[in-house]
C-alpha cells in the first residue's frame, strides 16, 4: 500500500523529474521520486557509516603491529594462490 503525499515542485523541478522518465529511469514521476528517495537514504546511511569507521580510525589509530599482522596475512593470501 502506498499512501499520497501533496508535494509541490518548480517547473524546472518537474522538468528534471520528467526528463528521468524520458531516460527511463522510472515507469513515472512517482517511481522517479520513490527512486530518488531511497538513493538518498543510502547516501545518507554510508556517509554515517563512513563518519564512524573514520571516527574509529582516530579514536583507535593503526598500530605497526597492526601494519606486521596485515602484511603477514596478505603473504600468506598471495602464496595460497595457486599461479
Do not use: C, K
Not at 518537474?14 to 530518488?36: K, Y
Not at 554510508?46 to 589509530?61: K, N, Q, W
Amino acid at each position: 500500500m502506498t499512501t499520497p503525499v501533496p508535494t509541490r515542485f518548480s517547473d524546472e523541478e518537474l522538468s528534471l523529474i520528467d526528463d528521468l522518465v524520458d531516460q527511463g529511469v522510472g515507469d513515472s514521476r512517482s517511481a522517479v521520486i520513490r527512486q530518488g528517495v531511497h538513493q538518498l537514504a543510502d547516501r545518507v546511511r554510508r556517509a554515517r557509516v563512513g563518519a564512524e569507521i573514520a571516527a574509529s580510525y582516530r579514536d583507535h589509530p593503526q598500530t605497526p603491529e597492526d601494519d606486521d599482522l596485515a602484511m603477514a596475512n596478505a603473504i600468506a593470501m598471495t602464496e595460497a594462490e595457486p599461479w
